[in-house]
């Protein structure tokens, strides 16, 4: 199984501030990983998909870089809507792996 | 509407099983696999399994094989995850996903829609 290492697990910021989240993999996936944002209470939203491409109507301040085993989430001109969590995610194959999340207070 | 809506809240005692429905609209229900995750309280997301509501066929991580069930009515585009042996810690929220750039053959995609979650709570 795939196993994800995601870093930092908490991070505090200021709005405007552009902050990194890097995920690390067991082994090489190429490019088959998402990245998703979580707000309390509410279900996981997709964000980033094959590593770096936007899902629609995400705002472009949201980028994705990395492949083989190394990801990084970027978010530049933070908002106070930004705090959530922020999980990466293996998807190419059984078991389908999540990061431990990561926990982004504005 | 593309959406996918679960069934509500549910308390289980220790030992039973629980089954969460999950209903699609304004897509084909046959057209894209239905993915289960488990989050408990205050935790990461755990994928627990797959269904294609096309040919029935479903996939579950080791942890959950024996103990989950996935099935599906095409008639009411609705699927359903039942839980079998629940224990303290089947506590948590669940959720359906699907993956709508997905297709009906290839189960591998990011989950691009989900259902808004069913807290299943175990308690005696």
């Known amino acids: 199984d795939i196993q994800m290492t995601q870093l930092p697990s908490t991070l505090s910021a200021s709005v405007g501030d552009r902050v990194t989240i890097t995920c690390r993999t067991s082994?090489?996936?190429?490019?088959?990983l998402a990245w998703y944002r979580q707000r309390p209470g509410k279900a996981p939203k997709l964000l980033i998909y094959?590593?770096?491409t936007l899902e629609t109507g995400v705002p472009s301040r949201f980028s994705g870089t990395g492949s083989g085993r190394e990801f990084t989430l970027t978010i530049s001109g933070l908002q106070p809507d930004d705090s959530a969590i922020y999980y990466c995610?293996?998807?190419?194959?059984?078991?389908?792996?999540f990061g431990q999340g990561t926990k982004l207070e504005i | 509407q593309v959406q996918l809506v679960q069934s509500g809240a549910e308390v289980k005692k220790p030992g039973a099983s629980v089954k969460v429905s999950c209903k699609a609209s304004?897509?084909?229900?046959?057209?894209?696999?239905i993915y289960w995750l488990r989050q408990a309280p205050g935790q990461g997301l755990e994928w627990m399994g797959w269904?294609?509501?096309?040919?029935?066929?479903?996939h579950s991580p080791l942890k959950f094989q024996g103990r989950v069930t996935m099935t599906r009515d095409t008639s009411i585009d609705t699927a359903y995850m039942e839980l079998s042996r629940l224990t303290s810690d089947d506590t948590g929220i669940y959720f359906c996903?699907?993956?709508?750039?997905?297709?009906?053959?290839?189960?591998?995609?990011?989950?691009?829609?989900w259902g808004q979650g069913t807290v299943v709570t175990v308690s005696s």
């Open positions: 996903a699907t993956v709508l750039r997905g297709d009906n053959w290839n189960p591998a995609g990011a989950f691009d829609l």
């Open positions: 304004g897509y084909t229900f046959t057209d894209y696999y």
């Open positions: 269904i294609n509501p096309k040919s029935r066929g479903t």
């Open positions: 082994q090489s996936i190429s490019t088959s």
């Open positions: 094959e590593a770096s």
């Open positions: 995610q293996y998807y190419d194959r059984s078991p389908y792996t």
